[in-house]
């Protein structure tokens, strides 16, 4: 594996070592030296062609606890802005020695294509509305945290499928590692060839909660939107928002777990935002772990 | 390398001529290894005035059971807790470039941490020196022990460091041709310290990862059996 462009790339026996490699690198975090000279000398280069405070700074925190070095590169500020082209970026970053680039485009298919121009390992850190395969690990390893298990999971993923890059990635990394995945949306908000994927598909959240063990909220990602997908706000929140009284209707040890961003009070009520039973901070937390496993297994070897 | 083979229940000299694997002889057998574990535990005492503050760290994968029944020996002779636990040097490897991304070795310290402990490392081969110069590394990242030693069951010379060990099993002459392997009853049904003739290449020869290969070979994830020496 010299590239992380989908978790469908993945094989079970790779999903696992790159979860057990998060588990161990877990325990960094709590040392009194948070950092490990195993990068030392290389170059990760965070090229952000969308906005994003989350992913960014988790790779960029996890390749500086390798002890890589780490040049950061938005969109913004730079010569894409006066009309250079992604190849001729990518050949400019291959130039300066690049040994590991971390892409997010709002193009899907942004980082294959990059794969084919530099000599580095290119990860993808989400691609238009195709993958996003780190959140989907780290996902995973969340779950494995808190519940112990992958292997016949129940869960459940709400809401805005058709945008989300997310869902895509979670349900091909879970499907491998031997989890039953529902997609829950409306309609409209169903990617057209879901029917393909490996998982079932419903429309009714209350017949789904009772047998879930994770519920994963996802945004509606209205950035995306160039039609109207629903008929207004208060009725999406209403058939597909998870609020307490939801909450209780799940079994007593599943959790809810979210992406973020969240927008509480759409897909997401605080209460249920801020209950213990969500992990959304942990999430965070283990996306370092996770991407500085990606990034050792990735950038370590020869 | 050489397939496990289940736990019989012949008699002795049959179930050890079953399981020494072709080409290679026993130079240590179970006994053997437990007197040398015996002695080592007596001298860790006698050096350290008691082992009041000494802490074990075995590294992975052989040094660790290696470290629990040192412990228990050192427990058993004097009445006292000794803490244990396991370093992995994985990520302070000098070769890591060498080969492909290595899975990791478990670390856990023992509670209490390690500053101003006796640190003593435990290891299965004495090689090179570099899984102990990496060790080292490890441990500055970890605390600050008041002192650090190294036990190992096998000395078996060829050293690329300036490093030596406090406490020695049994020092054992090799040429560089010849492979040294410790096998532990926990993690391969018996004890046994084998030489043979050297066996692959230096680069799937793995010390502290457990299932070598890693990323590109996940048909080996149940490979070798066995330690290889030293790095």
Redesign the interface.
């Known amino acids: 594996?010299r590239h992380l462009l989908s978790t469908g790339d993945l094989?079970r026996?790779?999903a696992t070592?790159i979860l057990?490699?998060a588990t161990?690198?877990a325990?960094v975090g709590d040392?009194?030296?948070k950092?490990?000279?195993?990068l030392r000398g290389r170059t990760v280069v965070n090229l952000f062609y969308e906005d994003s405070t989350r992913t960014r700074t988790s790779f960029e925190l996890a390749a500086k606890r390798l002890s890589a070095d780490v040049i950061n590169f938005s969109a913004k500020g730079s010569s894409v802005s006066k009309g250079e082209s992604l190849k001729d970026t990518a050949l400019t970053l291959q130039a300066m020695g690049a040994d590991g680039v971390v892409i997010r485009h709002s193009a899907s298919g942004a980082p294959h294509r990059l794969a084919g121009w530099v000599d580095g390992s290119v990860l993808n850190a989400g691609d238009g509305t195709h993958e996003h395969p780190t959140q989907a690990l780290l996902d995973a390893f969340t779950m494995r945290s808190r519940l112990g298990r992958l292997e016949g999971l129940r869960v459940a993923v709400v809401g805005d499928i058709l945008h989300s890059r997310v869902a895509r990635s979670n349900v091909l990394l879970l499907t491998t590692l031997g989890a039953q995945v529902t997609l829950v949306a409306p309609p409209t908000l169903l990617p057209v060839s879901v029917y393909t994927w490996p998982c079932e598909v419903s429309y009714d959240l209350d017949e789904v909660l009772p047998k879930a063990d994770v519920v994963m909220m996802l945004r509606v990602q209205a950035e995306r939107m160039r039609d109207s997908f629903f008929p207004s706000v208060r009725e999406y929140s209403r058939n597909y928002g998870l609020d307490g009284e939801r909450l209780g209707r799940m079994p007593a040890d599943a959790i809810v777990m979210h992406p973020g961003p969240m927008v509480r009070g759409m897909e997401i009520s605080a209460e249920v935002a801020d209950s213990p039973r969500c992990t959304v901070t942990e999430q965070v937390a283990n996306g370092v772990s996770l991407r500085m496993a990606v990034l050792?297994?990735?950038l370590?070897?020869? | 390398m050489h397939a496990r083979k289940p736990p019989r229940d012949d008699d002795e000299s049959d179930a050890r001529a079953s399981k020494t694997p072709e080409g290679t002889r026993a130079v240590l057998d179970g006994n053997e290894i437990n007197r040398a574990l015996t002695r080592i535990a007596h001298e860790v005492l006698e050096r350290t005035k008691g082992a009041h503050d000494v802490t074990l760290l075995g590294i992975p994968s052989r040094g660790v059971p290696l470290a629990r029944r040192l412990a228990r020996r050192i427990e058993r002779v004097e009445d006292l807790d000794v803490p244990t636990g396991s370093l992995?040097i994985t990520?302070?490897r000098d070769d890591?470039?060498?080969?492909?991304?290595?899975?990791?070795?478990?670390?856990e310290i023992p509670v209490g941490g390690l500053d101003d402990r006796v640190v003593v490392l435990v290891d299965d081969v004495l090689f090179s020196g570099r899984t102990v110069r990496a060790a080292l590394?490890a441990l500055?990242?970890?605390?600050r022990p008041r002192a650090v030693q190294l036990a190992v069951l096998v000395d078996r010379g060829h050293r690329e460091l300036p490093i030596r060990a406090d406490y020695v099993g049994k020092n054992l002459p090799t040429s560089l041709r010849e492979s040294v392997t410790v096998q532990v009853e926990e993690t391969d049904g018996l004890d046994a310290v084998l030489l043979g003739p050297s066996g692959p290449s230096p680069s799937t020869v793995l010390k502290g990862g457990l299932?070598p290969g890693?990323?590109?070979y996940?048909d080996s994830?149940q490979g070798s059996e066995t330690t290889e020496g030293d790095l």
Not at chain 1, 35 to 38: E, I, R
Not at chain 2, 96 to 107: D, N, Q, V, W, Y
């Open positions: 594996m094989s026996d790779e070592l057990d490699t161990e690198l325990q040392r009194s030296v950092k490990l000279p195993t050792y297994l990735l370590g070897g020869s | 992995d990520m302070y890591l470039r060498l080969a492909p991304a290595r899975a990791l070795g478990k670390t590394d500055g990242d970890l605390g299932r890693a990323l590109q996940p994830l």
